[in-house]
């Protein structure tokens, strides 16, 4: 699957994330807690972490190596957003996730667990496959938001499409760094050895990406 390989070469683009010892923690503290999508939510409402938990298995699916739902990463999200960034920044993603959730059943209040996945494979696809130039006039048009109440006046398309790209960014930030993916999936070293700056991924780790 096209999504996978990318995996083996893709490094972080969200720069908002920095990779500290609590982020660290916190990305292996997210182990299972039963509730109908497999985790509790603490930040976001039932209906939107179970979009969230959609999406991020869209992003990340399983294949021959366990999917972002596996690696709990939707959980991972909810917590990042509730433990780790500003009042601010929460307010904005919880509202980017309500307009996001209104786009997806089409303002009709359509409870997420009974769309297909074919639905939300179609919903990512509008957003995230875009033109290069849209995507960048989208984010302008997100940075003229000087606080989360101005969100009002900003075009729906521009919010989700800035949503679903923090979504899939932390996803692979957050799949990336958990203890099973660094060690098993990508070229993990325990003890690192001497430093080769000019060489091939394909000849230094047979294509793979280094574990953080």
Request: net charge neutral.
């Amino acid at each position: 699957m096209k999504r996978r390989e990318a995996l083996r070469h893709i490094g972080l683009s969200a720069g908002y994330i920095a990779a500290t010892p609590a982020l660290f923690s916190l990305v292996q503290s997210c182990k299972d807690t039963k509730y109908n999508i497999g985790w509790s939510p603490v930040f976001l409402s039932k209906e939107e972490a179970t979009a969230l938990d959609q999406i991020v298995n869209l992003i990340l699916p399983k294949t021959d190596t366990p999917g972002a739902r596996e690696m709990n990463v939707p959980m991972f999200i909810d917590k990042y957003f509730n433990a780790v960034v500003s009042e601010e920044e929460g307010k904005r993603f919880k509202q980017g996730m309500s307009v996001a959730l209104k786009e997806l059943g089409g303002d009709k209040n359509v409870d997420p667990e009974k769309l297909t996945e074919k639905e939300y494979d179609a919903f990512l696809a509008k957003y995230l496959k875009i033109p290069r130039e849209k995507q960048q006039e989208y984010r302008q048009q997100m940075g003229a938001i000087a606080n989360p109440d101005d969100l009002k006046s900003a075009p729906r398309d521009a919010i989700v499409f800035n949503t679903l790209s923090a979504v899939r960014d932390m996803s692979i930030y957050a799949y990336r760094t958990s203890e099973y993916i660094g060690e098993q999936v990508l070229k993990y070293e325990p003890v690192p050895g001497k430093q080769i700056g000019c060489d091939s991924l394909e000849t230094l780790t047979g294509g793979r990406a280094w574990s953080l």
